[in-house]
Nanobody, 126 residues
Framework: QVQLVESGGGLVQAGGSLRLSCAAS????????MGWFRQAPGKEREFVAA????????YYADSVKGRFTISRDNAKNTVYLQMNSLTSEDTGVYYC???????????????????WGQGTQVTVSS
């Protein structure tokens, strides 16, 4: 069992930056692949970024490549999402998720993750 708690969301102006954190409970965090997803109002939840248990490889949605960076610190049981050059299109609730096993077809899908946090709101004002 893994419990996830996101933090770091908030209101930021377009062009600004935020760093999200996801703290995980449990001693087996280092065995889990981790992902970030987001859901904008009226839209389905979408993949943002993912990182393997060993920190490589990483994966990004095309919409965030070059602007967002996912990283993890297994000693702190935490995964991060550094978000730069934010736009209003990045507004939404951001969720972190954990997957013990990955498949190429599921690592960018929410159905590929077993555990989810409650989410943190990110609002980008234009």
């Amino acid at each position: 069992q893994v419990q996830l708690v996101e933090s770091g969301g908030g209101l930021v102006q377009a062009g600004g930056s935020l760093r999200l954190s996801c703290a995980a409970s449990g001693r087996t965090f280092s065995r889990y692949n981790m992902g970030w997803f987001r859901q904008a109002p009226g839209k389905e939840r979408e993949f943002v970024a993912a990182i393997s248990w060993s920190s490589q490889p990483t994966y990004y949605a095309d919409s965030v490549k070059g602007r967002f960076t996912i990283s993890r610190d297994n000693a702190k049981n935490t995964v991060y999402l550094q978000m730069n050059s934010l736009t209003s299109e990045d507004t939404g609730v951001y969720y972190c998720a954990a997957a013990q096993y990955w498949q190429p077809s599921t690592r960018i899908r929410d159905t590929g993750y077993e555990y989810w946090g409650q989410g943190t709101q990110v609002t980008v004002s234009s």
